[in-house]
Every structure is written in structure tokens, then in C-alpha cells.
């Protein structure tokens, strides 16, 4: 049990669970949409976080069993999940939740794995279980080819394709030991690797797709097994960028490689081990670049390929890239960025760059979601119903929005609107629902349901500006009962960021503050008072007027970069979470609260009803913490979260109180709360039991 001295006297951190009301309900029996978020109980006197859900998120690569196919192994921005019964559920292995780009698997022995991180090799000989480095510290390793004959032998293509440095490791790497060591094999002309393949009928033969920024070929191929290399050029383009390949198996009438050419968004086939290519007819795939490609080994004529960005389509060839058809029914989610298919039935799986991972049992017609137990969502926003505490709203990134009516037990993505960044409900009047859609490249639109998110009628925000990096609705905030929204707007550009008004639902809106604003908080004594915090600058705003005008109220001599979330207590003080520390203001003066471990503050969240001079704040990577004394005093609050990178949080005002927390790759957490217990005072270096 943790203590923490308050004023004198001790507290205990751990609350009481209140226990759910009835058992918890299974999940909606359609696969299209249901997506679960924990089985575990909730126990009386037992404080934890459950949740993880709605599942899905970022899936980078899947490698499947050679031997069993029920085996999967999928890449995400958070670790490796493993499947043992062919995608039904997932559970994350032993390795770290940090990012993975691509996921190997021995061919002859399942056993063992290799994976490519941002930071080298990593490899497990009993399934994911234990693993350990295996070189190329420090590297970003996009891609590995495993020898079908020999399990030590190894290659690593490495290189950062969109920012490549002087001092970055660049180049294809062997290692006949493992991993253990590892000799450069080539490195000229290159700035990124991007997939390598060895040929399925001479294991001697390597082939490595490339960027090259300067005019150059994006093939490299090698027939000794890496130690020369010649170049080929793919297509028509003196500026080849080769981002995937994959070639029908031995035996195969003609023997087939195919690769992917981002420069022109094409697929090209070569019958001659890749010295020659030409173009297959695919019409539709040019506007958006291809990135995954797959052949069915075991019916070599037919290949998948999979575009990244707009739709980001699954399309499929069954005469070897003469015709293409478009195979996505179903799937919920975009950019595919690998597959996984079964030998001699058809079954294919789809990683999704932004949407989980789909499984098809008829070779890609029809596609259901297979992703139960891949924890690694990132949550953008969240909102609680305000007279439904179980009932909450996520806005994941490039998904749908996701709905839970148990508190966070189970999840389901409602409507097909996608790249939501903001949502929020009007606080006297839980049935109208608001989001913020559009991020980078994008226009700008607010977004409004009055059916809890299946059905949106949309007001455009701001236009498509194509120079704008880091462009989107971050917040959005609506007078209590309607009648007039604000949203706040952060412009990489610095056309259009600031705070936008509208009194008519959203027909015209009005610039009132030109700061890159990222979030926005009334007064609950008065919600005319309304707070903006900026980016870039790391400015407060007060506006008593709704929004129409503003002032500034930032601390006079204090530097802060970035103001990331507001909230106002029962009394009024407006707190600050900021990339500077977590500061307060009493109407007068800022003081910057202490106790915390770091300055690097993601997220605030006050409990102004049962439990006053509560809070709970977030700290990058180090989770969340708790203050009972209105921030004087904290102590962390993280038992149960398999991440500590939260970027939101979230709190019931009615009961059962509630705190949820978003997280990046790791989905939504919820803590039931009840009262917290307060003990006398004992020495302070008694233990409590």
C-alpha cells in the first residue's frame, strides 16, 4: 500500500472499486463492429486500471508460422501480439512496447523470430516469449530477409527513407551468426532500405528495395549471397523508390518477382530475376501509393496489393498482374501494410498502417476484423456522457469513432467517419455529438450526430492547405444547452490556427483568437468564462464573453512551450498542463506546482463534485499521478496500465465516478473510484500495512 504525507496526515492511494451493476455485457455479435477491451473483474477494495481497448491501431508488419498458420505474429507501434488460434484473439509477447517496424519468421524453425525496431535487431528462440538484442544498435531496421535453408543467416536492410542523416547507420547488413554480428554489405548511394527478399529458389540471390534521393535505380541485386551488388532500374523514373517485393515460389512457371515503385504508385513484374520489368494494369492504384504486396504461394497467379493513404484499398490480381479488382469489403481502417496468407485455403490477413488487423477466409472478397487483444489505439479525445458515466466516446486516430456503454469493457467503432482528432458532447444534452475531422493535408470540419455517432452532417471548418504538417481540430468546446461552438485549431503553417466561433450550428464561423490553440475549458460556475490554451508559445486566454473576445493571462516571466490541457476547479482556479510543469492560477497570481517527477505535462482532470481538491494529472511516459490537496502533493496512480503515455484524461461528473485515460498505442483505461479513506497520523517512517 503507498502513502503519501498531505497536511499531516497520511492518505491511502489505493480506492475501493465500486463494483459494475450487473454482469458485464458480451460484446455485439457482429464481428464488423465490436471490438472488446478486457474480461477482467472488477474486485471490491482492489484499485487497478482495466481497459486497452477498442482494439486495433497501428499494425506495421505480420510474419505468419511456416508450420502453423494458426501462428501469427503482428508488428505494432507498441510491441509484437501473437495469435494462436488465427487472429480469434491476441496477446502481447515478452517483447517491448516500443515500436516494430517489420516481424520475421524462421522458415525452419517457428521458434525463432526477428524483429526490426528503430534501435536494431531483436530475436526470440521460443516464440516471443523471451527476447534479446541481436546488433544494429541504434539503427532503424525497416526490413529483414531470413534464409529458408539457415536460420543464422540474415539480412538487415536500415535507413530513415523520409530524413536520413549523415550519422545515421544506412545500408544492408548479413549476419551468418544470428544477429550476433553483422558486416555492411553495401551502402553506397543509399539514404533508406526498404524491404529485401531473398529468392525463393536460389537463397544465394538477394534483392534490396531502396531510396535513393539523388536520380538512381531502386533495385539492388545481388547473386552471392550480398557480397556485390548491381543496380536495376524498376520503371520509367530516374528516381526509383522500391518500397516492397515479393516473388511466387520455386518451381513456378515462369518464376515471378514483383515490386512495388513508390515514385509512380505502380506495381512492375520481372520474369528474369528482376533485370527487366514491366508494368501491370492496375488503374486505380496510381493516386495512391501501393505499400504491401503479397503473392499466394500456393496459387502463384494471384497477388494482393494494398495503397496507402485516401482510401488505402486491398486490390487483388488472380492472373499474375494482368487485371486488378478492388477487394476491401469490410474493412474498416486504411493503409495496409503487410499480409499474411495460408497455404492451399485462401486465407489472407491484412495489417492496417491505421485500423488493426482483417481476416478473409475467401481470398479477400469479404474481410471481418481480427485484432481482439491488439492493445494499440491512439486515443486523441475522449468524452463522457454526462448522465451516463459507462457510456464514452474516443476519437482514435485515422479510425472511426469508437463507442463504449460498459465503461470501457467493451468497445464499438459507430459510423465510417474517419481521422476524427476532437470529440465532444454538449454538457445539458448527452445525445448531440461533436467532432473535429481532417488532420495534415486535410480541409477542416466540424462534424455533428444526434444518434451517438452513426450519422454525421458536416460544416467545413477550414479549406485543404497542402503546406500545413501538423493541421487539425484539437478541442472543441459547447455552451452548456447550444447555441454557440468554439473550436480550436493548431496550424503547423500558420494559416487558420487559432480559435474559431459559431452561433448558427456551424453555417458561419468567426476567427476570434489567432494563436495555435490546442485545448479549451469553461468556468463550471460560469460557462461564459472560457480558457484557451496555445502551441508554440505555450500562452492562456480568457474570454468572459463565450469565446467572442479574449485576453491574455499568462504568466508574466515564465517561458512555457506548449499549453497541452486546461481544467477549472469547483473554486475557479484555472490549472495548466504544459510542457513547463503543471501551473495554477487563483485569479490573481501563477504558481507552479511541485511534486510532480517531470515538467512534461500531457493532461489534467479535477474532480469538482465528490471529492474536492482532487486531481489527476499525466507525466510523458511516466503514467498517471494523483493529488488530493489541489496539486501540492502527488504520488503516482498507474496499477494495471501496460502504458504510461497517456495523452488524455478524462473524469465522470455523475456517479459511478469514472477517470479514463487515452493513451498513445495502448487505447482507453478506465478506474472505477469511490471515496479515498484517510488514516491519523503516524510517524512518518512507520510503515502502513
Known amino acids: 500500500m503507498r502513502r503519501l504525507v498531505v497536511a499531516g496526515t497520511f492518505f491511502v492511494l489505493s480506492a475501493l472499486i465500486a463494483v459494475m451493476h450487473g454482469s458485464a455485457s458480451s460484446a455485439p455479435s457482429s464481428r464488423h463492429l465490436a471490438y472488446g477491451a478486457t474480461g477482467a473483474m472488477l474486485t471490491p477494495g482492489v484499485a487497478f486500471w482495466t481497459g486497452g481497448g477498442p482494439y486495433g491501431g497501428y499494425v506495421n508488419s505480420l510474419a505468419m508460422d511456416p508450420l502453423n498458420p494458426d501462428v501469427i505474429y503482428a508488428g505494432t507501434e507498441s510491441g509484437v501480439f501473437k495469435t494462436v488460434d488465427a ?30 525496431t528503430d534501435d536494431g535487431v531483436y530475436r526470440t528462440t521460443d516464440g516471443g516469449v523471451n527476447w534479446t538484442r541481436r546488433g544494429l544498435d541504434g539503427a532503424r531496421v525497416n526490413a529483414l530477409a531470413i534464409d529458408a535453408t539457415n536460420a543464422n543467416i540474415l539480412y538487415a536492410g536500415t535507413g530513415w527513407p523520409w530524413q536520413s542523416k549523415e550519422e545515421e547507420t544506412i545500408g544492408i547488413f548479413k549476419s551468418t551468426d544470428g544477429g550476433q554480428f553483422w558486416q555492411l554489405k553495401l551502402a553506397d548511394g543509399l539514404d533508406a532500405v526498404a524491404t529485401l527478399l531473398i529468392d525463393t529458389g536460389n537463397p544465394s540471390h538477394i534483392y534490396a528495395g531502396v531510396y535513393t534521393w539523388s536520380d538512381g535505380p531502386g533495385l539492388r541485386k545481388s547473386t552471392n549471397g550480398g557480397e556485390s551488388w548491381v543496380s536495376r532500374q524498376v520503371g520509367p523514373y530516374n528516381w526509383d523508390r522500391v518500397v516492397a517485393l515479393a516473388m511466387t515460389p520455386a518451381g513456378h512457371n515462369p518464376l515471378t518477382l514483383y515490386a512495388i515503385n513508390a515514385s509512380g504508385g505502380d506495381v512492375y513484374k520481372s520474369i528474369n530475376r528482376g533485370d527487366t520489368w514491366t508494368r501491370t494494369h492496375v488503374p486505380w492504384i496510381s493516386p495512391n501509393p501501393p ?129 476524427l482528432t476532437a470529440v465532444a458532447l454538449d454538457p445539458l444534452d448527452g445525445s448531440t455529438l461533436f467532432a473535429g475531422q481532417g488532420d495534415s493535408f486535410s480541409a477542416l470540419y466540424l462534424l455533428k450526430s444526434t444518434n451517438g455517432g452513426h450519422d454525421w452532417t458536416s460544416r467545413q471548418l477550414l479549406p485543404t492547405h497542402y503546406d500545413a504538417r501538423t493541421r487539425r481540430i484539437s478541442d472543441i468546446w459547447v455552451k452548456p444547452g447550444g447555441g454557440s461552438i468554439l473550436v480550436a485549431v493548431t496550424d503547423f503553417s500558420l494559416y487558420g490556427g487559432g480559435v474559431y466561433k459559431s452561433s448558427d450550428d456551424g453555417a458561419t464561423w468567426q476567427r476570434t483568437l489567432s494563436f495555435w490553440t490546442t485545448s479549451l475549458a469553461s468556468d463550471p460556475a460560469d460557462p461564459r468564462v472560457v480558457y484557451a490554451g496555445t502551441a508554440r508559445n505555450g500562452y492562456v486566454f480568457r474570454s468572459l464573453d463565450g469565446g467572442s473576445t479574449w485576453e491574455m493571462i499568462s504568466p508574466s516571466g515564465e517561458w512555457v512551450w506548449e499549453v497541452r490541457d486546461i481544467d477549472i476547479d469547483a473554486d475557479s482556479r484555472v490549472y495548466a498542463a504544459t510542457s513547463s510543469g503543471l501551473l495554477r492560477w487563483d485569479g490573481v497570481v501563477w504558481a507552479r506546482l511541485p511534486g510532480l517527477p ?32 489541489g496539486g501540492e502533493m502527488w504520488a503516482p496512480f498507474n496499477e494495471g496500465l501496460t502504458t504510461l503515455d497517456i495523452t488524455t484524461l478524462v473524469l465522470s461528473e455523475s456517479q459511478p465516478k469514472i477517470l479514463y485515460v487515452g493513451t498513445a498505442y495502448g487505447g482507453v483505461w478506465s478506474r472505477f473510484l469511490t471515496t479515498q479513506l484517510y488514516l491519523p497520523l503516524v510517524a512518518k517512517d512507520q510503515a502502513l500495512g
Open 291 to 419: 505499400w504491401a504486396l503479397a503473392v499466394d504461394l500456393h496459387r502463384p497467379n494471384v497477388v494482393y496489393v494494398g495503397t496507402q493513404y485516401y482510401q488505402g484499398d486491398v486490390y487483388r490480381s488472380i492472373d499474375g498482374g494482368g487485371i486488378w479488382s478492388i477487394q476491401s469489403t469490410g474493412i474498416v481502417g486504411r493503409a495496409p501494410s503487410s499480409f499474411a496468407i495460408v497455404p492451399r485455403n485462401g486465407t489472407v490477413y491484412v495489417g492496417l498502417a491505421n485500423g488493426g488487423v482483417f481476416r478473409s477466409a475467401d481470398s479477400g472478397e469479404t474481410w471481418f476484423p481480427a485484432s481482439e487483444g491488439i492493445n494499440n489505439a491512439y486515443v486523441q479525445s475522449l468524452v463522457v456522457h454526462p448522465q451516463s458515466p459507462r457510456t464514452v466516446f474516443a476519437a482514435i486516430r485515422d479510425q472511426p469513432l469508437a463507442r463504449s456503454d460498459e465503461g470501457g469493457a467493451s468497445w464499438r467503432y459507430v459510423g465510417t467517419r474517419t481521422s
Open 598 to 629: 517531470s515538467d512534461n505535462i500531457r493532461a489534467i482532470a479535477i474532480d469538482r463534485t465528490s471529492a474536492p481538491n482532487t486531481l489527476y494529472a499525466s507525466v510523458a511516459g511516466q503514467g498517471a499521478f494523483m493529488s488530493r490537496d
Open 87 to 116: 487472429g480469434a484473439t491476441w496477446t502481447r509477447t515478452g517483447f517491448p512496447p516500443i515500436r516494430v517496424r517489420v516481424v520475421q519468421v524462421s522458415p525452419r524453425d517457428p521458434n525463432i523470430l526477428y524483429v526490426g
